[in-house]
Protein backbone atom coordinates (compact mmCIF):
# COMPACT_ATOMS: atom_id res chain seq x y z
CA UNK A 1 0.00 0.00 0.00
CA UNK A 2 1.56 3.23 -1.48
CA UNK A 3 0.31 6.51 0.41
CA UNK A 4 0.70 9.71 -1.23
CA UNK A 5 0.88 12.64 1.77
CA UNK A 6 0.32 16.67 0.28
CA UNK A 7 0.78 19.81 1.92
CA UNK A 8 3.50 17.82 4.11
CA UNK A 9 5.50 20.02 7.04
CA UNK A 10 8.22 18.12 9.31
CA UNK A 11 5.73 17.58 12.05
CA UNK A 12 3.55 15.48 9.93
CA UNK A 13 6.56 13.13 8.87
CA UNK A 14 7.49 12.89 12.43
CA UNK A 15 3.73 11.36 13.09
CA UNK A 16 3.52 9.38 10.45
CA UNK A 17 6.77 7.96 9.69
CA UNK A 18 6.50 5.21 12.46
CA UNK A 19 4.04 3.93 11.09
CA UNK A 20 5.87 2.71 7.77
CA UNK A 21 6.72 -0.49 7.41
CA UNK A 22 7.35 -2.98 3.67
CA UNK A 23 3.58 -2.73 3.38
CA UNK A 24 3.40 0.85 3.93
CA UNK A 25 4.72 3.06 1.70
CA UNK A 26 5.22 6.79 1.99
CA UNK A 27 5.54 9.68 -0.34
CA UNK A 28 5.89 12.98 1.32
CA UNK A 29 5.10 15.89 -0.68
CA UNK A 30 5.35 19.57 0.10
CA UNK A 31 2.75 21.15 -2.13
CA UNK A 32 -0.38 20.75 -2.34
CA UNK A 33 -2.75 19.26 -3.47
CA UNK A 34 -4.84 20.46 -6.74
CA UNK A 35 -5.06 19.77 -10.03
CA UNK A 36 -1.89 20.30 -11.16
CA UNK A 37 -0.23 18.47 -8.77
CA UNK A 38 -2.62 15.29 -8.82
CA UNK A 39 -0.36 13.51 -11.20
CA UNK A 40 2.21 13.51 -8.24
CA UNK A 41 -0.12 10.76 -6.91
CA UNK A 42 0.64 8.38 -9.67
CA UNK A 43 1.09 4.77 -8.56
CA UNK A 44 -0.46 5.48 -5.18
CA UNK A 45 -3.30 3.98 -3.50
CA UNK A 46 -4.19 6.55 -1.00
CA UNK A 47 -3.82 9.82 -1.13
CA UNK A 48 -3.58 11.83 2.31
CA UNK A 49 -4.61 15.61 2.65
CA UNK A 50 -4.90 18.51 5.02
CA UNK A 51 -7.40 21.44 5.61
CA UNK A 52 -6.01 23.99 2.22
CA UNK A 53 -5.91 20.86 -0.32
CA UNK A 54 -8.45 21.08 -3.13
CA UNK A 55 -9.75 18.03 -3.48
CA UNK A 56 -12.65 19.26 -6.39
CA UNK A 57 -14.26 17.66 -8.86
CA UNK A 58 -11.60 17.55 -11.05
CA UNK A 59 -9.13 16.62 -8.65
CA UNK A 60 -11.05 13.69 -7.72
CA UNK A 61 -11.72 12.36 -11.22
CA UNK A 62 -7.58 12.88 -12.18
CA UNK A 63 -7.25 11.00 -8.75
CA UNK A 64 -9.74 8.44 -9.95
CA UNK A 65 -8.02 7.83 -13.31
CA UNK A 66 -4.40 7.49 -11.67
CA UNK A 67 -6.43 4.30 -9.67
CA UNK A 68 -6.01 6.26 -6.17
CA UNK A 69 -8.79 4.46 -4.15
CA UNK A 70 -9.24 6.19 -1.04
CA UNK A 71 -8.81 10.28 -0.24
CA UNK A 72 -7.65 10.57 3.62
CA UNK A 73 -7.86 13.45 5.22
CA UNK A 74 -5.78 13.71 8.45
CA UNK A 75 -8.29 16.59 9.86
CA UNK A 76 -12.05 17.00 10.79
CA UNK A 77 -13.39 19.45 8.50
CA UNK A 78 -13.91 18.43 5.15
CA UNK A 79 -15.12 21.57 2.92
CA UNK A 80 -12.04 21.27 0.29
CA UNK A 81 -13.64 18.05 -0.72
CA UNK A 82 -16.21 17.52 -3.18
CA UNK A 83 -17.99 14.69 -0.85
CA UNK A 84 -21.32 14.42 -3.41
CA UNK A 85 -18.50 14.01 -6.59
CA UNK A 86 -16.38 11.56 -4.75
CA UNK A 87 -19.18 8.71 -4.14
CA UNK A 88 -18.78 5.85 -6.06
CA UNK A 89 -15.63 6.84 -6.98
CA UNK A 90 -13.06 7.50 -4.39
CA UNK A 91 -13.54 6.72 -0.50
CA UNK A 92 -13.29 9.48 1.82
CA UNK A 93 -12.34 9.65 5.15
CA UNK A 94 -11.67 11.69 8.16
CA UNK A 95 -10.47 12.25 11.92
CA UNK A 96 -13.51 13.38 13.37
CA UNK A 97 -11.72 14.01 16.65
CA UNK A 98 -8.21 14.05 16.92
CA UNK A 99 -8.08 16.27 20.23
CA UNK A 100 -11.37 18.51 20.97
CA UNK A 101 -9.21 19.84 24.37
CA UNK A 102 -6.14 21.28 21.92
CA UNK A 103 -8.57 23.38 20.08
CA UNK A 104 -10.88 24.58 22.58
CA UNK A 105 -7.34 25.42 24.96
CA UNK A 106 -5.67 27.55 21.99
CA UNK A 107 -9.33 29.63 21.89
CA UNK A 108 -8.91 30.06 25.56
CA UNK A 109 -5.22 30.71 24.93
CA UNK A 110 -6.23 33.34 22.55
CA UNK A 111 -9.08 34.71 24.57
CA UNK A 112 -6.68 35.35 27.59
CA UNK A 113 -3.87 37.05 25.50
CA UNK A 114 -5.97 39.42 24.11
CA UNK A 115 -8.37 40.58 27.07
CA UNK A 116 -5.29 40.97 29.32
CA UNK A 117 -2.54 42.10 27.04
CA UNK A 118 -0.16 39.44 27.70
CA UNK A 119 1.11 39.46 24.50
CA UNK A 120 1.43 43.38 24.57
CA UNK A 121 3.28 42.74 28.38
CA UNK A 122 5.75 40.63 26.78
CA UNK A 123 7.14 42.83 24.41
CA UNK A 124 7.28 45.62 26.67
CA UNK A 125 9.23 43.71 29.27
CA UNK A 126 11.75 41.88 27.35
CA UNK A 127 12.94 45.83 26.06
CA UNK A 128 12.68 46.40 30.46
CA UNK A 129 9.45 48.40 29.86
CA UNK A 130 8.07 47.57 33.08
CA UNK A 131 5.08 50.25 32.75
CA UNK A 132 1.19 48.96 33.00
CA UNK A 133 -0.09 51.83 31.08
CA UNK A 134 -2.50 50.62 28.35
CA UNK A 135 -2.69 47.06 29.67
CA UNK A 136 -5.74 46.89 31.69
CA UNK A 137 -8.24 43.98 30.66
CA UNK A 138 -11.24 42.86 32.01
CA UNK A 139 -12.53 39.69 34.07
CA UNK A 140 -13.70 37.03 32.84
CA UNK A 141 -15.99 36.10 35.82
CA UNK A 142 -19.87 37.17 35.07
CA UNK A 143 -19.83 37.75 31.26
CA UNK A 144 -21.51 36.20 28.78
CA UNK A 145 -20.06 33.99 25.95
CA UNK A 146 -22.00 32.43 22.84
CA UNK A 147 -20.64 29.20 21.22
CA UNK A 148 -21.74 28.52 17.84
CA UNK A 149 -21.39 25.22 16.77
CA UNK A 150 -21.94 22.59 20.11
CA UNK A 151 -19.82 19.58 18.62
CA UNK A 152 -16.95 18.12 20.55
CA UNK A 153 -14.70 21.12 20.76
CA UNK A 154 -17.76 23.37 21.58
CA UNK A 155 -18.57 21.69 24.61
CA UNK A 156 -15.19 21.53 25.84
CA UNK A 157 -14.91 24.98 25.20
CA UNK A 158 -18.06 26.01 27.07
CA UNK A 159 -16.45 23.69 29.95
CA UNK A 160 -13.29 25.48 30.43
CA UNK A 161 -15.67 28.88 30.15
CA UNK A 162 -17.99 27.62 33.09
CA UNK A 163 -14.77 27.26 34.94
CA UNK A 164 -14.23 30.77 34.49
CA UNK A 165 -17.76 31.46 35.80
CA UNK A 166 -18.93 32.61 32.70
CA UNK A 167 -23.05 32.62 31.24
CA UNK A 168 -22.82 30.32 28.41
CA UNK A 169 -25.34 31.09 25.57
CA UNK A 170 -24.84 28.41 22.62
CA UNK A 171 -26.53 28.28 19.04
CA UNK A 172 -26.64 24.79 17.10
CA UNK A 173 -28.80 23.68 14.89
CA UNK A 174 -28.41 19.84 16.19
CA UNK A 175 -28.55 20.93 19.99
CA UNK A 176 -26.43 18.22 21.76
CA UNK A 177 -28.58 16.90 25.27
CA UNK A 178 -26.82 17.58 28.76
CA UNK A 179 -25.06 19.99 27.04
CA UNK A 180 -24.46 22.95 30.28
CA UNK A 181 -25.56 25.88 28.07
CA UNK A 182 -28.77 27.64 27.21
CA UNK A 183 -29.88 27.11 23.69
CA UNK A 184 -30.86 30.06 21.82
CA UNK A 185 -31.53 31.50 18.34
CA UNK A 186 -28.93 33.48 16.73
CA UNK A 187 -30.05 36.64 16.93
CA UNK A 188 -30.34 36.23 21.39
CA UNK A 189 -26.69 35.20 21.07
CA UNK A 190 -25.52 38.04 19.23
CA UNK A 191 -27.57 40.48 21.03
CA UNK A 192 -26.53 39.19 24.33
CA UNK A 193 -23.10 37.83 24.28
CA UNK A 194 -19.73 39.86 25.58
CA UNK A 195 -17.79 37.31 23.53
CA UNK A 196 -18.37 35.32 20.89
CA UNK A 197 -16.49 31.79 19.64
CA UNK A 198 -17.18 30.01 16.44
CA UNK A 199 -16.87 26.06 16.79
CA UNK A 200 -19.32 25.09 13.64
CA UNK A 201 -17.95 22.98 10.23
CA UNK A 202 -18.29 25.17 6.83
CA UNK A 203 -21.23 25.00 5.02
CA UNK A 204 -23.40 26.38 2.68
CA UNK A 205 -25.51 27.95 5.46
CA UNK A 206 -22.81 29.06 8.43
CA UNK A 207 -20.60 31.02 5.10
CA UNK A 208 -20.21 34.06 6.73
CA UNK A 209 -22.11 33.53 9.51
CA UNK A 210 -20.62 36.58 11.02
CA UNK A 211 -21.42 39.36 8.01
CA UNK A 212 -22.26 43.18 8.86
CA UNK A 213 -25.69 42.29 9.36
CA UNK A 214 -25.07 39.88 12.33
CA UNK A 215 -22.05 42.35 13.60
CA UNK A 216 -24.68 45.55 13.88
CA UNK A 217 -26.93 43.10 15.91
CA UNK A 218 -23.84 42.36 18.47
CA UNK A 219 -23.04 44.55 21.31
CA UNK A 220 -20.76 47.08 21.36
CA UNK A 221 -17.37 45.74 22.17
CA UNK A 222 -17.72 42.47 21.29
CA UNK A 223 -14.51 39.83 21.34
CA UNK A 224 -15.08 37.38 18.23
CA UNK A 225 -12.79 34.48 18.30
CA UNK A 226 -12.66 31.81 15.40
CA UNK A 227 -10.71 28.33 15.77
CA UNK A 228 -12.52 26.82 13.24
CA UNK A 229 -12.83 27.55 9.76
CA UNK A 230 -11.94 31.00 8.23
CA UNK A 231 -15.03 31.55 6.01
CA UNK A 232 -17.24 31.41 9.05
CA UNK A 233 -16.11 35.40 8.93
CA UNK A 234 -16.59 37.83 6.34
CA UNK A 235 -13.32 39.50 6.61
CA UNK A 236 -13.99 42.36 4.98
CA UNK A 237 -17.34 43.34 7.50
CA UNK A 238 -14.86 42.30 10.35
CA UNK A 239 -12.68 44.73 9.35
CA UNK A 240 -15.30 47.50 9.74
CA UNK A 241 -16.25 46.49 12.66
CA UNK A 242 -12.87 46.50 13.95
CA UNK A 243 -12.67 50.22 12.60
CA UNK A 244 -16.10 51.16 13.62
CA UNK A 245 -15.11 50.21 17.23
CA UNK A 246 -18.03 48.01 17.14
CA UNK A 247 -15.84 45.09 17.90
CA UNK A 248 -13.44 45.46 20.37
CA UNK A 249 -11.28 42.78 20.08
CA UNK A 250 -10.60 39.45 17.13
CA UNK A 251 -8.85 36.29 18.24
CA UNK A 252 -8.71 34.55 14.90
CA UNK A 253 -6.46 30.72 14.12
CA UNK A 254 -8.30 31.09 10.81
CA UNK A 255 -8.81 33.01 7.90
CA UNK A 256 -10.68 33.24 4.79
CA UNK A 257 -8.24 33.49 2.12
CA UNK A 258 -5.52 31.72 4.54
CA UNK A 259 -5.14 28.71 2.14
CA UNK A 260 -1.59 30.54 -0.25
CA UNK A 261 -0.39 31.93 3.31
CA UNK A 262 -0.78 29.77 6.29
CA UNK A 263 1.82 27.25 7.49
CA UNK A 264 4.67 29.42 5.03
CA UNK A 265 7.08 31.72 5.78
CA UNK A 266 6.49 35.19 4.84
CA UNK A 267 8.81 37.12 6.59
CA UNK A 268 11.47 39.54 4.63
CA UNK A 269 7.97 39.53 2.12
CA UNK A 270 5.09 41.77 1.34
CA UNK A 271 1.66 40.05 1.66
CA UNK A 272 -0.46 40.76 -1.19
CA UNK A 273 -3.66 39.95 1.09
CA UNK A 274 -4.52 43.89 2.17
CA UNK A 275 -7.72 42.37 3.98
CA UNK A 276 -5.22 40.26 6.44
CA UNK A 277 -2.57 42.87 6.84
CA UNK A 278 -4.86 45.49 8.20
CA UNK A 279 -6.43 43.01 10.37
CA UNK A 280 -2.87 41.90 11.68
CA UNK A 281 -1.70 45.58 12.17
CA UNK A 282 -4.70 46.57 14.35
CA UNK A 283 -3.88 46.61 17.75
CA UNK A 284 -6.93 44.54 19.48
CA UNK A 285 -6.43 41.69 16.87
CA UNK A 286 -4.12 38.20 17.36
CA UNK A 287 -3.81 36.13 14.62
CA UNK A 288 -2.09 32.83 14.61
CA UNK A 289 -1.27 30.12 11.46
CA UNK A 290 -4.24 28.11 11.88
CA UNK A 291 -2.01 26.24 14.84
CA UNK A 292 -5.01 25.48 17.60
CA UNK A 293 -4.60 21.74 16.06
CA UNK A 294 -0.86 21.69 16.96
CA UNK A 295 -0.06 19.22 20.37
CA UNK A 296 1.71 16.46 20.74
CA UNK A 297 -1.35 14.83 21.81
CA UNK A 298 -3.37 15.81 18.70
CA UNK A 299 -0.68 14.88 16.07
CA UNK A 300 -0.60 11.65 17.41
CA UNK A 301 -4.14 10.91 17.32
CA UNK A 302 -4.60 11.96 13.76
CA UNK A 303 -1.64 9.89 12.75
CA UNK A 304 -3.03 6.86 14.50
CA UNK A 305 -6.84 7.48 13.32
CA UNK A 306 -5.79 7.96 9.46
CA UNK A 307 -3.62 4.80 9.32
CA UNK A 308 -6.42 3.01 10.77
CA UNK A 309 -9.70 4.48 8.42
CA UNK A 310 -7.00 3.84 5.66
CA UNK A 311 -6.42 0.50 6.65
CA UNK A 312 -10.37 -0.25 7.42
CA UNK A 313 -11.24 1.03 4.11
CA UNK A 314 -8.92 -0.73 1.78
CA UNK A 315 -9.28 -3.92 3.81
CA UNK A 316 -13.07 -4.29 4.88
CA UNK A 317 -14.38 -1.88 2.10
CA UNK A 318 -15.89 0.43 5.25
CA UNK A 319 -15.40 2.75 7.91
CA UNK A 320 -16.91 4.58 10.80
CA UNK A 321 -15.28 7.67 9.69
CA UNK A 322 -16.02 7.44 6.31
CA UNK A 323 -17.71 10.61 5.01
CA UNK A 324 -20.16 9.87 2.70
CA UNK A 325 -23.36 12.28 1.23
CA UNK A 326 -25.64 9.64 1.79
CA UNK A 327 -24.74 8.80 5.40
CA UNK A 328 -28.18 10.58 7.54
CA UNK A 329 -30.56 9.55 4.69
CA UNK A 330 -32.41 6.61 6.15
CA UNK A 331 -34.08 7.21 2.31
CA UNK A 332 -31.29 6.36 0.52
CA UNK A 333 -28.37 4.84 2.54
CA UNK A 334 -28.35 1.44 3.90
CA UNK A 335 -24.97 1.46 5.26
CA UNK A 336 -25.51 4.28 7.85
CA UNK A 337 -21.78 3.87 8.56
CA UNK A 338 -22.00 0.39 9.70
CA UNK A 339 -21.09 -1.33 5.63
CA UNK A 340 -20.16 -0.90 2.03
CA UNK A 341 -20.73 2.59 1.06
CA UNK A 342 -20.52 1.72 -2.28
Do not use: W
Not at 30 to 53: Q, S
Not at 120 to 132: E, M, Q, V
Not at 236 to 261: F, M, N, P, Q, W
Request: proline share 2%; with cysteine.
Amino acid sequence: MKIAFFDTKPYDKQSFEQYASDDLKFKFFETKLNIDTADLARGCDVVCIFVNDTADAAVIDKLYDLGVKVLALRCAGYNNVDVKHAYGKIHVVHVPAYSPYAVAEHTMAMLLTSIRRIHKAYIRTKDFNFSLSGLTGFDLYGKTVGVIGTGKIGRVFIDICRGFGMKVLAYDKFPTENTPCEYVELDRLFAESDIISLHCPLTAETHHIIDEKSINKMKKGVVILNTSRGALIDADALLEGIKSRKIGAACLDVYEEESDIFFEDFSGHIVDDDTLARLISMPNVIVTSHQAFLTEEALGNIAETTISNIKEILENGCSQNELCYHCGNTTNCKAQRLGKCF
